[in-house]
């Protein structure tokens, strides 16, 4: 039985990692979060000690580091901007680390994070559950599988309809999220490279506050793809459903269903890591250079090959007062 810490408590994800700690059969000891509205530690660890101040969770943390209760890994949950201090507060007391994605926000940053890992002899784990999906896992296989030189149309689009809070929490602050394709795309990005191959051209056509869209060129694909958090963007038959999210991914124009099984990626990611199998920096650095591109890119807008649901209509920052 592996000893756990939570950074990032009473985050939307939080208790996956934590259902993930119960389920492989491990015990968290220790958790922390500013924010206080953790009572889903009840369902899980309602014995783990609890902190609101880094400081004190630094101190409780190295106080078990020279007892029979030292942690063996510490797993992140915490704001996007904050993971690779947060990692490197993980190695340095001893312990691997588990971190959500996206694991850090500049290709750099895994850079010096490979430096730490060094100087202290522990591993950092990214959360990369889409490559645990069994419909993934076949997809890969069937393109393996297939003639060594054909490429495939794919198109990938995921809607996620947010409401004003989005753009008062630190998610729609870019300098904290990254922006919509770091923090909702780059799970999507890692599957695509993961099981198409590496990017050779990386266009942004459209990004914005609410959606970005873009086309890859990768070894065994060309990729549409399409992100939004505006609920306008719904195609009509998901809206006339009363529906909030939208997830589609299409090769040839045949859809792959991938929608459900999602529940159990973080217990099954969590399983990986503890046999010897997680996903380390390396793995994480495709993406992470992705979405630092698209961030950086200037879009061209509606031109060449595009993910039609680019073209719904733009809309204003909801606190734009002109």
Same mark, same amino acid.
């Given at each position: 039985?592996?000893?756990?810490?939570?950074?990032?408590?009473?985050?939307?994800?939080?208790?996956?990692?934590?259902?993930?700690?119960?389920?492989?059969?491990?015990?968290?000891?220790? +958790?922390?979060?500013?924010?206080?509205?953790?009572?889903?530690?009840?369902?899980?660890?309602?014995?783990?000690?609890?902190?609101?101040?880094?400081?004190?969770?630094?101190?409780?943390?190295?106080?078990?580091?020279?007892?029979?209760?030292?942690?063996?890994?510490?797993?992140?949950?915490?704001?996007?901007?904050?993971?690779?201090?947060?990692?490197?507060?993980?190695?340095?007391?001893?312990?691997?680390?588990?971190?959500? %994605?996206?694991?850090?926000?500049?290709?750099?940053?895994?850079?010096?994070?490979?430096?730490?890992?060094?100087?202290?002899?522990?591993?950092?784990?990214?959360?990369?559950?889409?490559?645990?999906?069994?419909?993934?896992?076949?997809?890969?296989?069937?393109?393996?599988?297939?003639?060594?030189?054909?490429?495939?149309?794919?198109?990938? +689009?995921?809607?996620?309809?947010?409401?004003? &809070?989005?753009?008062? /929490?630190?998610?729609?602050?870019?300098?904290?999220?990254?922006?919509? +394709?770091?923090?909702?795309?780059?799970?999507?990005?890692?599957?695509?490279? &993961?099981?198409?191959?590496?990017?050779? %051209?990386?266009?942004?056509?459209?990004?914005?506050?609410?959606?970005? /869209?873009?086309?890859?060129?990768?070894?065994?694909?060309?990729?549409?793809?399409?992100?939004?958090?505006?609920?306008?963007?719904?195609?009509? +038959?998901?809206?006339?459903?009363?529906?909030?999210?939208?997830?589609?991914?299409?090769?040839?124009?045949?859809?792959?269903?991938?929608?459900?099984?999602?529940?159990?990626?973080?217990?099954?990611?969590?399983?990986?890591?503890?046999?010897?199998?997680?996903?380390?920096?390396?793995?994480?650095?495709?993406?992470?250079?992705?979405?630092?591109?698209?961030?950086?890119?200037?879009?061209?807008?509606?031109?060449?090959?595009?993910?039609?649901?680019?073209?719904?209509?733009?809309?204003?920052?909801?606190?734009?007062?002109?």
């Amino acid at each position: 039985m592996k000893n756990f810490a939570l950074i990032g408590a009473a985050g939307y994800i939080a208790p996956r990692h934590m259902k993930a700690v119960k389920d492989t059969g491990n015990v968290l000891l220790a +958790a922390y979060d500013k924010f206080d509205s953790v009572g889903v530690m009840d369902s899980h660890f309602p014995d783990a000690d609890f902190f609101t101040e880094f400081e004190r969770f630094d101190r409780h943390i190295e106080k078990l580091k020279r007892t029979d209760k030292k942690i063996d890994y510490v797993s992140i949950c915490s704001p996007n901007y904050l993971h690779d201090s947060h990692i490197r507060f993980g190695l340095r007391v001893g312990a691997n680390v588990i971190c959500e %994605k996206p694991l850090v926000l500049n290709p750099w940053n895994i850079d010096a994070l490979s430096e730490v890992e060094k100087e202290h002899g522990t591993r950092v784990y990214n959360i990369l559950q889409l490559r645990l999906h069994s419909s993934i896992i076949a997809l890969k296989k069937k393109i393996e599988e297939g003639p060594a030189d054909k490429i495939y149309d794919v198109d990938l +689009a995921y809607i996620t309809s947010r409401g004003h &809070w989005y753009y008062t /929490s630190w998610k729609g602050d870019v300098s904290k999220s990254g922006g919509i +394709a770091t923090n909702i795309g780059v799970h999507f990005y890692d599957m695509l490279t &993961w099981v198409f191959g590496a990017v050779k %051209k990386n266009v942004v056509h459209v990004h914005t506050h609410d959606r970005a /869209s873009g086309y890859f060129e990768l070894e065994r694909a060309r990729v549409r793809w399409f992100l939004s958090i505006n609920a306008d963007t719904l195609p009509d +038959a998901v809206k006339a459903k009363g529906g909030r999210t939208y997830r589609s991914l299409t090769m040839e124009g045949t859809e792959i269903e991938f929608s459900d099984g999602f529940t159990e990626l973080h217990t099954h990611s969590y399983q990986h890591v503890l046999d010897g199998k997680g996903f380390g920096l390396e793995e994480a650095r495709p993406s992470i250079e992705i979405v630092q591109h698209i961030r950086h890119a200037e879009p061209i807008g509606l031109k060449g090959d595009y993910h039609p649901l680019a073209k719904s209509p733009l809309a204003k920052h909801p606190f734009t007062t002109t």
